[in-house]
Structure formats: C-alpha cells, structure tokens
C-alpha cells in the first residue's frame, strides 16, 4: 500500500469491511496466556544462519539461546556461559557453561553442540569470520567447558558472541549445526524459553511459539537479550498481516496484541483509539540503504553507482517512508548512526546540497551503461522497502536507466539477493533494506559496511581502502584513534559506495494497553510481557 494513498477515516471492522480488505484467518484462542503480534514481513525460512533478515532474528531470538547478550547499555553479558577466562596473553578463551540448559528435545546442551554453532556461525557473520581466520582450534574440553585458541588477542571476543546483529551466535544441537552453513536448516530445535511449533507454521499467514517448561532462565533482570529471559505468556502467534490497513483494524479490534511497525499515516488513528499505545519502537532508529551489484554491469563500475549517489534525494526517500514529519527522519550523509560517539559526516559531500541529475546522467554515460536492463528486486510485502523501491525506480529512469522493476515479497527477496548469477539469469541489481541503528554504531558485526569481496555482505563489495580503516578501528587504543578511523571509513565507503544510504529514520510500534511489559530497542523482546483478558 502507497502510504501516500492509506485509507483515511479506517475504523474497527466496519471501516474495514467498507474498503474490501478480507481480514486473515486468526486464532479464536483470547486466553492472557497467548500473545498475537503482527511481525514486520512473513516468516518465509527460519535458519538465522543462514541469512541476515530482522524477522529471522527475531523469531530465533526466542528459540534458540547465545553464549552471552547485548544488555540496552550495549554491554556483553553472560547468557548461556557461567564463567570464561582468558589467557595472559589473550590468545587463549576458556568457557563453561552454566547448569540447567536443555535443548527443546530433552537432550542437554553440551559443548560439543557449542563448538559446532560457533563453526557454522564463523563462516557467514563478520565477526565470526575474523575469528576463524585467526584460530588456532575451537575445541569440546569436556561436556561443559569448550576452548578457543586463537594466533593473536581478538578483544571483542565478548561483544562478537553476544551482539544483537544477524547472524547472532545462536547455539544449536550438534546435528543441526552440522549443516551446511550456506544451506538452511529443516529442523527447529533450540534451547530458549519459546519452542518453534513447526506443525502449525504456514509461511504468509502464521508462526507460532510455545513456553518451553525446561526453560531456566538466569536470576538477574532481563535487558535486552541479556538476563532472566522470563516468558509470562504460554503461547505467542505470529499474525502475518501484509497490509497495513488489514493489521490496524485487527489491532483496534482486539484480534491482535501487538504490531510491531505501524506505518506513520496510520499512527494517528491508532493514537485515537483509548484502548491503544503508541511509540517510538527504537530510539536508536534506522538506516535506510539501497543495496547495488557490485559484481555485474552497470554497478561494478564505480562512476555508475556514484551517479546514484549524486541524484539521489534522501529527503524523497524519508518522506515516502514516514511522511512529512520531520521529527522522524534527518538526512544522513554516512553510514553510522546518528547522535552516537562515532558518527560522522566525513567524505559525505556527494550526498549534500541540491541534488545534480545533468552531472549523474554524464557520469553514468562515462561509466559505459548502454541501457542494459536494471533488475530493481522490491518486496511489496514490507512498508519501508516498497516506498524505498518505488523511490528508486522514479529515479533510475530520470538517470536514463532501463529498469526492471520485480514486485515480489520480502521472503523471496532474502532468497534471491544471496545469488551471484547475472540478473538475467535470475540474480539481481539492486535491492531495499535497512538497518537498525543499534547495528550501526561501529564496524563491529555490521555487516552491511564490509566491503571485502566475496566475503562480503549481499552486493559483495571490494573496498580495500574501507577494509584497511575497519582494521584500523579494530586495532585502535583510544577514542579518539576510534573516531579518526571511522572518519577515514566513511569516507573511503563512500567515495567506493559499498552501499547508498538512504537516510535515518524512527519506527513505531503499537500495542493494545492490556499488554504490558513491552521495552524499546532492535528487536521485540517478548520474555517480561503479560496479558490480561
């Protein structure tokens, strides 16, 4: 739906009724014990592994556990682990996990299950890759004990295990983890507080989540994915509801709980609503980003992607994506996250000042586009990548491009952006996405600032200059050698454009006021949220 055209005036069933729109086929369960949430696309897989997208994430995060947590200071706390040591000299880490944990089939956890996790995680997560290139052996010390000995100090070893960007660290049984890491998993087992119901799993329509009764959770308070991840619900459903219109008229008429990102033009009507709660879902907002081919013609030619840049309007993308509010948006030439230590402006000239399309249209020309077909890949399922798409492709074809615009849904899109076939074979050009902010603090485990190649996050950049400065963050010894580094990065990332931001912006979320419980931060945190009838 254009956000521009939302339906005005919409209003409980009859304003639904009124427009059209069927409602989906929701559970007649209305017991306090169970949760219904609008997530923000359709949980199309489930293997947090495997790929990178925030609804995967965020239905792993209740099924399957991390060695430790990102607490909402952005601290690294023990989860799993009861105690980890680490050499005089850095290069050895020893952990031991703490009592009590069990997979969802009833067999223990041991440190054999651990090892495996972390060496199918090693190879798709950033970190996880500049670990295992400098590891000597991971290794099972005994069933609770498990060892990492590396060739050289890696300080972020906590913060590695425990960050909140996809892939997380999650741990799985042995047999599980054994598999192929670019492959997907086909079984469902963690050890977190929620057990996946996969019987009741229907892709486009719901997911559902059920208390796990072995679940012990750690007796400090719950903080993010940190602490006693205490569950208060028995049940948590999924509703998948791609229309907005849809999901506002279930919400205000009590068929769901929770929805997880409501879009701006609706929000006022929802304020309206005495039964409802309106917020700001994530005060460190997101990043907006449109994700070009860096291996096929036109965008691996540098003055191609750098076109893009200079006509491109990140005004036109935040007012598609939360109107003309400008309390919600600011315009953000870089790729780190505003108002935070390391933000910064550096290099972010081209994305400055009154947009030049007569100079990108010349600079297209000198990078040899011949009018070749652009494949613009855009879920229409999900609010902030249509409106980015819809942005894109106006201004592809104002620059003189042929595009190639695929309206399909979010799911396909995190299937497809992982091909390295031409697009006319099936791959692709471009594609929307965004970031959360709380991943956008540093190079730390942000995926999407990488630009080393095959290696790299979906687009595949080659920016040896920003992979040098990312190393100069990691090997800084003081704030200020931290800043000069990303100063460096931002610039190098830009002049190479790993990526085109689009801009920062806030989210909400809604919910309705006899759920409780409910914190701000990158990704809902169910464990601590109640229900009454």
Not at 118 to 136: H, P
Not at 233 to 239: C, G, T
Not at 263 to 275: E, T
Not at 499 to 526: C, D, E, H, M, Q
Request: charged share 20%.
């Amino acid at each position: 739906m254009d956000r521009r055209n939302v339906l005005k005036g919409l209003a409980g069933v009859g304003g639904l009724a009124a427009t059209g729109f069927a409602m989906p086929a929701l559970s007649q369960n209305a017991s306090a014990k169970t949760l219904r949430f609008v997530p923000q696309a359709n949980l199309a897989n489930f293997d947090p592994i495997w790929g990178t997208q925030y609804v995967v994430r965020n239905a792993a995060a209740l099924v399957w556990d991390t060695l430790y947590g990102l607490d909402s200071a952005l601290v690294p706390q023990r989860q799993m682990v009861e105690s980890e040591q680490v050499s005089d000299d850095g290069l050895v880490w020893t952990f031991k996990l703490r009592p009590g944990l069990k997979f969802h089939d009833g067999e223990p956890v041991l440190s054999k299950d651990v090892v495996a996790s972390l060496t199918r995680w090693s190879a798709r997560d950033t970190m996880g890759l500049m670990i295992k290139a400098i590891q000597n052996e991971l290794t099972a010390v005994d069933d609770k004990t498990f060892k990492w000995s590396l060739k050289v100090p890696y300080p972020k070893m906590l913060l590695a295990l425990g960050k909140n960007n996809a892939p997380c660290a999650f741990i799985m049984p042995e047999r599980l983890a054994q598999t192929d890491p670019f492959k997907q998993i086909g079984d469902y087992v963690g050890s977190g507080p929620m057990k996946f119901a996969k019987s009741e799993w229907v892709p486009g329509a719901k997911a559902v989540f059920e208390k796990f009764g072995d679940y012990v959770p750690r007796q400090e308070k719950a903080s993010w994915l940190a602490g006693g991840k205490q569950m208060l619900v028995d049940r948590i459903e999924w509703v998948v509801i791609p229309d907005p219109a849809t999901a506002a008229a279930a919400l205000q008429n009590g068929e769901v709980d929770w929805w997880e990102t409501p879009i701006p033009d609706l929000v006022p009507l929802l304020k309206k609503n005495r039964n409802i709660s309106v917020d700001i879902g994530d005060a460190l907002g997101n990043v907006g980003a449109f994700r070009m081919n860096h291996l096929f013609a036109p965008f691996n030619n540098v003055k191609a992607r750098r076109a893009v840049l200079m006509a491109l309007s990140q005004e036109d993308y935040m007012r598609a994506l939360v109107g003309d509010d400008t309390a919600l948006w600011k315009p953000l030439p870089g790729f780190f996250t505003p108002d935070t230590p390391l933000y910064t402006e550096a290099g972010g000239e081209i994305l400055k000042g009154k947009r030049d399309l007569v100079a990108a249209k010349k600079l297209l020309a000198e990078s040899g586009y011949a009018g070749e077909p652009v494949t613009c890949v855009v879920a229409q399922d999900q609010p902030i990548t249509k409106a980015q798409g819809d942005v894109t492709a106006d201004l592809l074809k104002q620059l003189g491009m042929n595009v190639d615009f695929v309206a399909t849904d979010w799911g396909t899109v995190g299937s497809r952006r992982a091909l390295k076939t031409p697009p006319g074979q099936g791959g692709w050009n471009m594609f929307h996405t965004w970031h959360a902010g709380a991943d956008c603090l540093s190079p730390a485990g942000y995926n999407a600032i990488r630009a080393n190649g095959d290696k790299a996050w979906f687009g595949w950049p080659d920016s040896p200059t920003s992979e040098k400065e990312i190393t100069s963050w990691y090997e800084a010894k003081n704030l200020d050698e931290e800043k000069a580094a990303i100063a460096r990065l931002n610039k190098a990332a830009l002049e190479d454009v790993i990526y085109a931001p689009t801009g920062f912006f806030l989210g909400y979320t809604a919910w309705r006021k006899n759920v409780s419980g409910i914190v701000k931060g990158p990704l809902p945190f169910f464990w601590g949220v109640s229900k009454t009838a």
